[in-house]
């Protein structure tokens, strides 16, 4: 499921967020974001996932998402740590990026963290 994001005020698409359900046995989803850079510091991001979080676990009834991000995209950490993510991985220049490998980080959060999370 891609959703796009538009920023109400402006009548501006800034944002895209993708939802998969990746593994339909175990109740297992992963989404990825982009926003504009233009628009990057303002939460936006932050309230876009959090509204789709809300869906995937009282609506979707999964039981475990995922998400990766560039490791040196502090901004992105930063996106998933606000929404209660934790870090479980790191991929070792596993990403090729304007010519050279990347490392990415992988975060999840659990039903039963977001659901027993203040929101």
């Given at each position: ?30 989404f990825?974001?982009?926003?504009d ?20 676990f ?21 996106v ?15 990403a ?5 490998w ?18």
């Amino acid at each position: 499921m891609g959703l796009a994001i538009e920023l109400k005020s402006e009548r501006r698409l800034i944002a895209s967020i993708e939802l998969r359900i990746s593994d339909e046995a175990n109740r297992t989803g992963d989404f990825g974001y982009v926003l504009d850079r233009n628009y990057w510091g303002h939460g936006y991001m932050t309230e876009s996932a959090r509204a789709v979080l809300n869906v995937v676990f009282n609506e979707l009834k999964l039981h475990r998402v995922w998400a990766t991000c560039n490791a040196q995209n502090r901004a992105s950490h930063r996106v998933m740590e606000k929404l209660g993510m934790r870090r479980e991985g790191l991929f070792l220049k596993n990403a090729m990026e304007k010519g050279e490998w990347r490392d990415t980080y992988l975060y999840v959060v659990l039903a039963e963290e977001w659901l027993g999370a203040p929101q």
